[in-house]
Structure formats: C-alpha cells, structure tokens
C-alpha cells in the first residue's frame, strides 16, 4: 500500500457521509439518496459512484472483483482493481466466488451471489424518469407519491411502435412494491437476478451524486403488461467457447465479410466452464 | 356535489376573487363568463385545487378541497375530475403518440393490459371522431381541432364526474368551434358529465350551460338560468356584454 493516501483513498469524514447515504438507501429499499460526491482521480461516466461506494464499505480483508460489461480484463476494470489494490492495499479476484466486493459495471455476474457478498452498480444515470419528466422537481414528487403511469406510457409507446418493449438495458424495475428504480444499464437479462437476490446491491452516480440501494431478498419487478410480459433477451446461441447456452452473449465481429462470433460477456464465468 | 364560498383571492392590490360563491350539481353545466381579468379562470383554478386562496372554502362531496394534500387533490384530478385546457398543446405529450396520449390516465389509474388499453383508447377516439386508424400517430401532426378532442378523449377516458374546462374552443376557427361545441354538448348529456366552463364567448355559453354566472372585477354580478341570464340580463354590465354578442 502506498503511504500518502488515507485506507481507500476517500478520508474518513467523507467515508462516513456516504456510509450514512447507503444505510438511509438501504432503509428505503429503492429510494434515490443525494450525497455529496467527491472529486475521483478519473472522469465522470468511468465509474466514480461505484468507486466512491466501494472506497466507502471496503475493508482490509476484503477481496474485490470489478468487472465492466461482465468483463474482468478491460481498461476500466483493471484500472480501477489496481487503484483499489494501490490505496487500500486488499486482495483483488477475477473470481465471482472468491469475491466479497464486486464493482460492476452494465453486468450482474452470472455466477449466483452469496449473503456475504456486496453488488456495487456503477449507475450513469439514477433517474428512471428522466427522460420522460425533465423537471426533477416534478419527477421527485411522481416518487413520493408513487405515480409511475408515465413510465408505463413509455412501455405502451415501445409496443405500439416496435411491437414489443424496446428496452434491452436499463429496463425500469420497481422495488419491495414502492419505488420505481434503474437497474443502471444492465442488460434486461440481469434484471431477474436482482430478484430476491442474497447479496446487498449498492448503486453509485457520481455525477449525479445519488445513492440507491437493494437490501438482501428484496422483490424486484420488472415493468410489464399483463399481455405483454417482461422477457429477459439474449442472444439465441451456444457461446463460442465454453457452448454455454445460458449465459448472456457478447457479439464480436470477426471480419469485415459478416462473421461474427457470440462470446459470454462474463469471462470469469466462460474462463470457469471451459477449465471443467 | 361541488360547493364554494367566501372565496377571496388577491394578487397584490388586485382582487381576482372577492368573496365569490358558487355551487353545482351532478349533471349539471354551470358557464362563468365575463372579460379577460374579470377572475373567472382564477376561479376554476380555486375550485380545482391549482391556486391556493387567502380565504373562503371549496366543498367536494362533502370534502374541504383546499386543505387536501397534493396526493389527494392529484388522485382526485386523475379519477373523480378532468380540466381542459384551452390551448391542447399545454395538456398534451407531443413527443408520445395519440394513443398513449388517451392511454395516459388508465394506466395512471393502474391499467396493466395493452389489449385492453387500446380497446378503450380506440374507443374513445372514434368518440370524439378521430379515426383509430391515427392512434400511432404523433399528435403534432394534427389540426388545432382535432388536437383538442385529443385532449378530450384523454380526459373523460377515466369518466371523470366533473370537468373544468377553460375557453375549450378558444382559438379555433369558427366551424371548428362549432363542431367541437356540438360534440362536448353530446358527451356532457351522455356521461351526465357535471361541468364548470370558463368562456368569454357567450354563444358557447348559451348552447352548453344550464346555468350561467357573470363575472366582473372579480364578483359575480349575476346569476341564473342560461335563457334567463341571456334573454332578460338585469344587471347593467350584462345587458352590456349580452348586446355586445355579433349577430352573424
């Protein structure tokens, strides 16, 4: 660990304050918490909510995992483990299973989560509304009172026009029954897995300097129609090297004559199916 | 079913509103007419929870309108009330498609079947005599006119009990307003629709109202039964409006 920087990087003070932001989201399963979001030694949009979180909730015997679209060996991944192994001098993975911590960015690990792990969401854009009610002061009160027809109008839109809900990521999802929530911009796939899920899901916006947060085994649904139910989509095929026909696919083009390959976007997962 | 009074409101030396009372029944279309600044669209705000008032009382089925929470009054605006807006543009989503326009207030109202949301929404449009055919079409792209049976539709979708309505045909052509005038006239007698119209134009008054109250600097200087207002005006400022209608 390199002396200079106080334990992962935030000071203490600050720490504390976005502590108190996440046991507030967490009480309020869903809700979008304001913080004071700190200056990070890298630009808005990389990732310095989840970074902010995670420097707020790790400890020395933690181990971390970051991945970015399900990918363990991106720029933003790597740099942000090795920030966190430079400031706070804990043990990084690329395994979902040895992980406690795991900063993610637009995935949620294939590999089921556990009661003792932490989902940290990088999160772009916390409004679910915003692009329907730019007015936050409106928008703030479709919260308070619960008022969510707007976004289903958007939903009703998608059908009329495309025939089916358009949202492939970032499909709104409303949590414990209460409070309608972006997922961040996970692929629609994932948002099931937010489900009842055993770990804690903590989500950062940086820019937007909100906190929000899922409990553990929390109820979260996806937006639907009754006649048009939520589907989670992916790919309809076998990944190129592990034949998983699960797991959500990336598309590579290979060439420029119209090859392509599907690939698991979660390499931790794909790397483990094709050692077995 | 709605009663008001005592009602005052003044923005700064200006008195909008001085002690004003009003009542209407179920089924009932009551028009407020008077000049510009004479306080009447001051007083369908007052009566529909938008402006709050220095004193007096608004009573809704038994309800003290003024002191609902913004929850309650919002609940009321979504199921129970409608307001039309004169100009349709203000009331309306342009960026979203006639449908889901009209669409709106069921899923507001909790609606969670698309089949059954268009059903009614085709409905409704046929009612006010849009084709069902545009359904999918943006809004901007229709008349002044048909924009405000737009707004129509999207309002008594919910069949609301009472709707405000603020110079509905104000701003449209002369045939247009007449068409519309006929058509709300049809509603408001099948859905027994209870109806407080704002409108400085007295021949709307005069084919939709039972009952007409005339406003000026912010009193109301006479009340009664629209033939009778009209036909036998007795106070001086009426007599003045009523001889200052253009015979066509």
């Known amino acids: 660990m390199t002396t200079g920087y106080n334990f992962a990087y935030l000071d203490e003070a600050t720490k ?4 108190r932001a996440l046991l507030k989201a967490i009480a309020v399963p869903g809700h979008q918490v304001p913080f004071g979001a700190r200056e990070m030694p890298l630009p808005y949009g990389w990732g310095t909510g989840g970074i902010q979180v995670t420097a707020s909730v790790i400890g020395s015997d933690d181990r971390l995992k970051v991945i970015d679209q399900g990918a363990d060996d991106t720029t933003n991944a790597i740099s942000i483990r090795r920030f966190f192994a430079r400031v706070a001098g804990v043990e990084t993975t690329e395994s ?42 409106e928008s703030t009160k479709l919260h308070a009172l619960a008022e969510y027809g707007l976004m289903q109008v958007k939903l009703y839109e998608d059908i009329a026009k495309q025939g089916e809900v358009a949202t492939s990521y970032n499909h709104p999802v409303i949590v414990d029954g209460r409070y309608l929530m972006s997922p961040s911009p996970i692929p629609a796939f994932d948002n099931p897995k937010m489900d009842m899920n055993p770990a804690i ?21 996806s937006l639907d129609f009754e006649d048009h139910p939520f589907r989670p989509i992916r790919a309809p095929h076998a990944c190129a090297l592990c034949r998983s026909t699960e797991s959500y696919l ?9 090859g392509r390959r599907f690939i698991c ?12 | 079913m709605m009663h008001a009074e005592g009602l005052v409101l003044r923005f700064g030396a200006v008195a909008a509103l001085d002690d004003v ?43 003290e309108v003024l002191s609902l929470s913004d929850a309650a009054k919002r609940r009321l605006m979504r199921t129970e009330w409608g307001f039309i807006h004169q100009n349709a543009r203000d009331a309306l989503r342009l960026d979203i498609s006639a449908g889901g326009n009209v669409g709106e207030r069921l899923m507001a109202a909790g609606a969670r079947h698309y089949g059954r949301i268009r059903e009614e929404t085709a409905h409704w449009l046929r009612r006010v005599e849009i084709d069902p055919a545009r359904m999918d079409e943006n809004p901007r792209n229709f008349s002044g006119g048909m924009q405000q049976r737009l707004q129509i539709a999207r309002t008594l979708i919910t069949r609301p009990r009472l709707v405000f309505m603020d110079e509905p045909t104000g ?48 009193r109301v200087v006479e009340e009664g039964l629209t033939d009778r207002v009209l036909d036998d005006p007795r106070h001086a400022y009426t007599q003045l409006l009523v001889s200052s209608v253009l015979a066509a």
């Open chain 1, 16 to 19: 504390r304050m976005i502590r």
């Open chain 1, 96 to 137: 979902t299973t040895e992980a406690t911590i795991i900063q993610t960015r637009h995935r949620i690990p294939e590999t089921p989560l556990r009661e003792d792990q932490v989902l940290v969401y990088q999160v772009p854009m916390p409004e679910p509304l915003f692009k329907l009610e730019p007015r936050v002061r």
């Open chain 1, 201 to 221: 899901q903590l989500f950062g916006a940086g820019r937007e300097k909100r906190i929000y947060a899922v409990p553990p085994y929390t109820r979260v649904e």
């Open chain 1, 250 to 258: 990336d598309e590579l083009i290979t060439d420029d004559r119209g």
């Open chain 1, 265 to 276: 976007s979660d390499t931790d997962y794909c790397a483990q199916r094709q050692r077995t």
């Open chain 2, 21 to 63: 009372a009003m009542e209407i029944h179920p089924g009932e279309v009551l028009a407020i007419v008077g000049e510009s600044g004479s306080g009447k669209t001051s007083l369908l705000r007052v009566l529909a929870g938008l402006q709050p008032v220095q004193a007096g009382s608004v009573v809704f089925d038994g309800q």
């Open chain 2, 171 to 218: 701003g449209l052509d002369v045939s247009v307003q007449a068409k519309l005038l006929d058509l709300i006239r049809g509603l408001v007698a099948e859905l027994g629709l209870a109806v407080v119209l704002v409108t400085h134009d007295i021949a709307a008054a005069r084919l939709l109202a039972h009952r007409i109250m005339v406003m000026r600097h912010g």
